[in-house]
């Protein structure tokens, strides 16, 4: 088990990994106290049926440059395998605005080769590498130094596993003519706008059953300020203030200190200093603001008149299509986009690029009148009216 700690042993490793076709990638990472995620470790492995060529890369080491790393995700002639990539990518976006190309998700691709939803690396490792993984150390304080034999062995199974998925799973891909699938999910992973959070729309991961704009609108300004004070000082948005005490602050709108104090839910350490004065100022930008700028809400979805009959035979004709062409079901379509186009909606994923093949063209079929479905025994298929 060989750790690179320089970026001249970093660079020697990814040249070499430039004259093979794909290489292994997981990281590490800590997210319990900060922000932003802490990067830990790296774990890589070229091709191959030992851990000769896996390493573990130590990016806490002083003078340490991932630059090399970087290098490698730039040249399109070697595929960066990674499993449930979404959070590894957010951290070298944060880091260093690149994405690694061409990526291959292996959960991603798990999915169109009908393993399940979302399903886990473990799962990964049983049925396609035929091996069991040691969970121990799951929860691991990777910042921690030095790092022992055993973690170090877990870290290293992350990728030397996932050479055999990957090449599994390609090969299943090429033979079912799907590869141009998973590249449509992965666009997703390799879009900027995946991963950078604008202070001005927090508020709409808030939950709140009011729709009134004036509160909307000191919920914006709160949830503002909160992912900004986040954000500059890297520490968690919940160390702010949390969702239910930002709630609560827009129901009462304090506007002084002393109405800071009378809050159920707020943190001692928000009542005072910085976070008290950041507060009362959003509330007041909140009650402040015109109706023109009040927040708004997309209810098109709640204002629906969904034909219940009409979804639930989608849900048939859905179960009926992923059976047959062995896709996970919620990849294709969740049961809020079978409503939505129960109720006449056509801008749904499910109805475009290639689960519009798999199921979207039926579907629409089946809206119009122009299919039924039959069963018999087990099995459903598609009548011709």
């Not at 995620?37 to 191959?48: N, T």
Request: proline share 4%; charged share 30%.
């Amino acid at each position: 088990m060989k750790t690179l700690t320089s970026t001249e042993e970093l660079a020697a490793f990814c040249a070499e990994a430039r004259t093979h076709d794909y290489v292994t990638l997981d990281t590490e990472f800590l997210r319990e106290r900060t922000y932003y995620s802490k990067l830990c470790l790296i774990q890589m492995a070229m091709p191959g049926d030992t851990d000769d060529n896996a390493v573990l890369v130590d990016p806490l080491m002083e003078g340490m440059s991932l630059e090399p790393l970087y290098e490698l995700f730039r040249d399109t002639s070697v595929v960066k395998v990674f499993h449930a990539a979404r959070q590894d990518l957010e951290i070298f976006f944060i880091d260093a605005r690149v994405f690694p190309e061409p990526l291959f998700d292996t959960q991603v691709a798990a999915m169109v080769c009908g393993f399940g939803e979302q399903v886990g690396y473990e799962t990964l490792v049983r049925k396609i590498a035929k091996a069991s993984l040691d969970k121990s150390h799951r929860f691991t304080d990777w910042s921690r130094r030095p790092l022992t034999d055993a973690q170090r062995t877990y870290a290293l199974a992350d990728v030397t596993h996932l050479r055999k998925i990957y090449e599994f799973l390609a090969a299943q891909l090429k033979k079912n003519k799907r590869e141009k699938w998973v590249q449509e999910e992965l666009q997703v992973l390799t879009n900027p706008e995946t991963y950078i959070v604008r202070p001005e729309e927090a508020w709409q991961r808030v939950k709140t059953r009011t729709t009134s704009g004036k509160f909307l609108a000191v919920v914006r300004e709160l949830a503002r300020f909160r992912e900004d004070y986040a954000q500059s000082r890297n520490i968690p948005r919940n160390r702010v203030f949390k969702d239910d005490a930002l709630v609560e602050l827009a129901s009462t709108k304090p506007a002084t200190l002393n109405d800071l104090g009378r809050s159920r839910l707020l943190l001692r350490e928000a009542r005072k200093g910085d976070i008290a004065d950041g507060i009362l100022a959003a509330v007041s930008a909140g009650i402040e603001c015109k109706p023109a700028d009040f927040p708004k809400i997309d209810s098109e979805r709640d204002k629906l008149q969904v034909n219940p009959a009409l979804a639930d035979l989608l849900r048939v004709l859905l179960k009926a299509k992923t059976e047959d062409e062995g896709v996970a079901s919620k990849l294709i379509a969740p049961a809020s986009d079978l409503d939505a186009i129960a109720a006449g909606m056509r801008d749904v994923p499910a109805l475009s690029g290639w689960r519009r093949e798999v199921f979207g063209e039926d579907a629409l079929r089946l809206c119009k009148g122009e299919i039924a479905l039959a069963a018999k025994g087990k099995n459903v298929r598609i009548v011709e009216l």
